[in-house]
């Protein structure tokens, strides 16, 4: 009979869990979208900035999405971190948006959330860490610019073209 009742006990214990996630995550999943809401009303927002918001939001109320953020972290911190572009800064409604759409994966995949930030962050450091030391090797002068600037102060007149 308690060979019946562990799996039994153990498939009740995981529905309880699974139950409890859900109901636990309906709270942040509707401000996330009344947040959605709102932000999608602006006349200021570009279409690709809702669209982003969106797939942002669709995508989280999946269990693939923090695993699949994970997977991505380092080279698309990487190639951030490479770029001469300047980072623009999230507006507050796009931070207040994705706050309210990781506090609803989070609540409704604990587990799986825990993992995959852990790995996230740990793929972000090394993706800060390998991105300072390509730029700090990349500003380093090249042999010819170090070799010109030796010549500019050993022979002053020497880099002038005479006639």
Known sequence: MS???MPIAGAAVIAAYWYVCRVRSLDYREKASELLTVYFDKNSVSEEDKDDAERFYMMARSWFFLPLLTVFVFPVLLYRALSKRPDNKPS????????AVMKMYLT???ITGTICLTGFCIGWLLAFFVGLLIN????????SATYMSVIRVAMPGSWRHHH
Not at 92 to 99: F, M
Not at 136 to 143: C, M, S, W
């Open 3 to 5: 060979d019946f009742m």
């Open 92 to 99: 507050k409604d796009r931070t207040a948006i994705t706050d």
């Open 136 to 143: 700090h090797v990349r500003a380093l002068p090249n042999p």
């Open 108 to 110: 409704r995949h604990p």
